[in-house]
């Protein structure tokens, strides 16, 4: 579960968010949607606990992202357009080196088969494409079985396949009851991956939007917000 | 503190130069070409070296040191992983501790190899004991780490930020670098017991304020 109130950051005299109130619940799936700076990203930061909030507060299954980082940050697996991979090291190495850092004992061939990885786990990283990056990012963000998943943008970048293929693992992390939220600007990828959503633009929620609604009422929707 | 992640995340670093070696070559490199072109331009058998050795010695870890703390939270924010290592559950201080640890790593390696280079290359005659030397050398790089260690996470956010890692680290470790100069002279020249020299413990005090300083601070610099 995901609670969001009145939250607020302001850096010097700009204002990235203003009063949002978000409640997302255990197991759904929630877009973040909106136009470039319309304070998508820092929310997503704020949630993952690497930026503060100048005031209100965020919730992860009932845990101040502010009070108690290190608890929130058990709860959370961040995947965003950085991989967060080191890549001099393995597959294999990183998220062992990872689950080292949550202290967490992982299946990691099994996460590594889960990405389709697993014939490449003793390969360096550096050596990978983008859209495997993007796979193994996922293993990393899983790896120490968080309730709730923080996709900041996942597929930016990533051409068809690789963004298919994507798809298809968060599809799958979805069916194992995790809550997802995701900020992304392709419409497909909001309406085939989520349920519900806001908009956001200046930093204020300015809309909610039914990501099951028909085809044409959706791409009006992005057409708007674009506006 | 947790030992144990700082551990993980010191062999971590470890693993990526050695495979990488993109820091421990050009340090080592520096380190011999700097010993080399003094050893060429001044006579071993001279008295004059004798007076000179300790400031000279102690010049070549300082740039060599450079080299190598500019990488440690650089390349982490360059390569985005810094953000990957505050995701997970390790306080900012681990992650501090860590970065120090590995860098002193590095410089006692370079110290392992450059200390004995210089010796026998300058064909020196330490009038104390070697040993003491090198702990004094060591002390000199602990203090050396823990500053540098701090002012490279604080400019990591800068515009040309090896190079202003050079202009603000040098100024505050000016008293640190006289303290073990003045201790390797003595040490080295007029051959006094490493536990009867003052400015010893000045260094230890110095590397104590500054751990507790930047361990205090570390939070405020990674947060945005």
């Known amino acids: ?227 | 503190m947790n030992p144990l992640l700082i551990y993980r995340i010191v062999c971590k670093d470890l693993k990526s130069e050695l495979r990488g070696k993109e820091t421990i070559n050009f340090m080592f490199l520096f380190s011999f070409i700097s010993l080399l072109m003094f050893n060429f331009a001044a006579d071993p058998f001279s008295p004059a070296l004798t007076e000179v050795g300790p400031g000279l010695l102690w010049f070549v870890f300082i740039f060599t040191g450079m080299l190598g703390l500019s990488r440690a939270f650089i390349k982490e924010k360059e390569t985005g992983t810094l953000e990957g290592l505050l995701l997970a559950p390790v306080s900012t201080e681990d992650i501090l501790y860590a970065k120090t640890f590995y860098n002193l790593l590095l410089m006692l390696g370079i110290q392992l190899i450059a200390f004995p280079l210089f010796i026998v290359l300058f064909n020196y005659n330490i009038a104390g004991s070697a040993l003491d030397a090198f702990i004094v050398l060591a002390l000199g790089n602990i203090a050396f780490v823990v500053v540098g260690s701090f002012m490279s996470a604080l400019v990591m956010n800068a515009k040309s930020r090896e190079l202003v890692l050079q202009i603000i680290v040098l100024p505050l470790l000016l008293p640190v670098i006289i303290l073990t100069i003045i201790s390797l002279r003595k040490v080295m020249i007029a051959g006094v017991n490493l536990l009867s020299i003052g400015e010893v413990k000045l260094i230890v005090f110095y590397v104590a304020i500054m751990a507790v300083l930047a361990s205090i601070l570390f939070e405020y610099i990674v947060e945005e």
Not at chain 1, 14 to 41: M, Q, R, V, Y
Not at chain 1, 105 to 115: A, F, T, W
Not at chain 1, 120 to 147: C, E, T, W, Y
Not at chain 1, 218 to 225: A, H, S, V, Y
């Open chain 1, 1 to 227: 579960m995901i609670r969001v109130e009145e939250l607020s950051k302001r850096f010097n005299n700009f204002t990235a968010l203003d009063g949002i109130n978000l409640h997302i619940k255990s197991g759904e799936s929630f877009a973040l949607l909106g136009p470039n700076g319309a304070g998508k990203t820092t929310l997503i930061r704020i949630l993952s606990t690497l930026l503060k909030p100048t005031s209100g507060r965020a919730l992860l299954n009932n845990i101040d992202v502010t009070v108690e980082p290190e608890d929130a940050k058990r709860q959370i697996g961040v995947v965003s357009h950085n991989p967060y991979l080191y890549d001099e090291l393995t597959a294999l190495e990183n998220l062992e080196f990872y689950a080292g850092l949550y202290e967490s004992n992982p299946d990691i061939p099994e996460l590594l088969k889960l990405v389709n990885l697993d014939s490449r786990a003793h390969d360096p990283v550096g050596n990978f494409s983008r859209g495997m990056k993007q796979r193994l990012s996922i293993a990393r963000a899983i790896l120490h079985d968080p309730k709730i998943l923080l996709l900041d943008e996942p597929t930016s970048g990533l051409d068809h396949k690789s963004r298919n293929n994507f798809y298809t693992l968060v599809d799958r992390l979805k069916s194992r009851g995790k809550t997802i939220l995701l900020t992304t600007h392709y419409l497909e990828e909001a309406a085939g991956l989520c349920e519900n959503g806001v908009i956001l633009k200046k930093g204020v929620v300015t809309s909610s939007v039914d990501l099951k609604a028909p085809q044409p009422v959706l791409e009006k929707i992005f057409e708007d917000m674009g506006r």
